[in-house]
């Protein structure tokens, strides 16, 4: 796999999008080679250890791009780490170093109806998702956000029906987004679907879509982002394990 590209770029702005969602501007000279249309994929940003120590990084959705600017949302939660307490203080000006961007995560388009799953870790991504599926598109999205104060204005098309489900703390049992998703009116005809949020939740979710909704591997999307209670380097490993038992 060849190495991709670390650009240093620089903070443009800084705008609070909800109670617990920032995003940030990033743009400066090293865009010039920035490759277009970029939206949903992922770029990692990269923060200096101690001497000798490999940099920190931390795996972030391009929700926006522009010709000379990227977006990148952050959820501010408690305990902050790395990468969103650097956003919660960033200013324009700061510098930080991007690597990348990797391959889109992108849900289908080739079926019957739609169904889009994630919590605000995975909401920049969905979004994205909803706005680039055809308008004719029918199904729903599931958002788990933290507050009522945390709903976004997403464009989508008029079929897709969004469902914001408040949840403050999250669930370690990995309960909560599969019963929002278990409660849904579906439309008949075979759908893609595209799901993505907290590991434990994953797990139950997938068991879930593979029991009442089994789809061919190409329409089916479904991936943990982080893990209570662990770091990202954590929720790594908790991932390999997954992936090489199932």
């Known amino acids: 796999m060849a190495k991709r590209p670390t650009r240093e770029?620089?903070?443009v702005q800084s705008t609070q999008l909800t109670e617990n969602m920032l995003r940030i501007t990033l743009g400066g000279?090293?865009?010039?080679?920035?490759?277009?249309?970029q939206e949903s994929a992922y770029v990692k940003l990269l923060f200096p250890q101690a001497e000798g120590e490999r940099p920190l990084q931390?795996?972030?959705?391009?929700?926006?791009?522009?010709?000379?600017?990227?977006?990148?949302?952050?959820?501010l939660h408690d305990p902050l780490g790395p990468a969103s307490s650097w956003a919660a203080q960033a200013s324009p000006g700061d510098r930080v170093l991007v690597s990348g961007p990797g391959p889109k995560k992108l849900i289908n388009h080739q079926a019957d109806w739609f169904l889009l799953i994630a919590d605000m870790a995975a909401l920049p991504a969905?979004?994205?998702?909803l706005e680039q599926?055809?308008?004719?598109?029918?199904g729903h999205a599931v958002i788990e956000i933290r507050s009522a104060a945390d709903v976004q204005p997403l464009?989508?098309?008029?079929?897709?029906?969004?469902h914001w489900k408040v949840?403050?703390?999250?669930?370690?049992?990995?309960?909560?987004?599969?019963?929002?998703?278990?409660?849904?009116?579906?439309p008949p005809g075979s759908p893609a679907i595209w799901a993505a949020c907290e590991f434990n939740s994953m797990r139950v979710l997938r068991q879930h879509l593979h029991r009442e909704h089994p789809v061919p591997n190409s329409h089916i999307y479904l991936s943990s982002y982080w893990k209570i209670g662990q770091s990202d380097e954590?929720?790594?490993?908790?991932?390999?394990?997954?992936?090489?038992?199932a």
């Not at 931390?58 to 949302?73: F, G, M």
């Not at 599926?133 to 029918?138: C, D, E, R, S, V």
């Not at 464009?155 to 969004?162: F, R």
């Not at 954590?234 to 038992?245: N, W, Y």
């Open 9 to 11: 770029l620089t903070v």
């Open 29 to 37: 000279e090293a865009m010039a080679d920035f490759p277009a249309d």
């Open 58 to 75: 931390r795996s972030y959705t391009i929700r926006n791009q522009r010709a000379t600017e990227i977006d990148i949302d952050f959820v």
């Open 126 to 129: 969905l979004s994205v998702n």
């Open 133 to 138: 599926l055809p308008q004719p598109a029918i």
């Open 155 to 162: 464009v989508h098309p008029p079929g897709v029906q969004l």
């Open 167 to 186: 949840n403050p703390q999250p669930d370690p049992s990995g309960q909560f987004l599969t019963s929002q998703v278990a409660a849904l009116s579906l």
């Open 234 to 245: 954590g929720h790594k490993q908790a991932k390999r394990l997954d992936s090489e038992g």
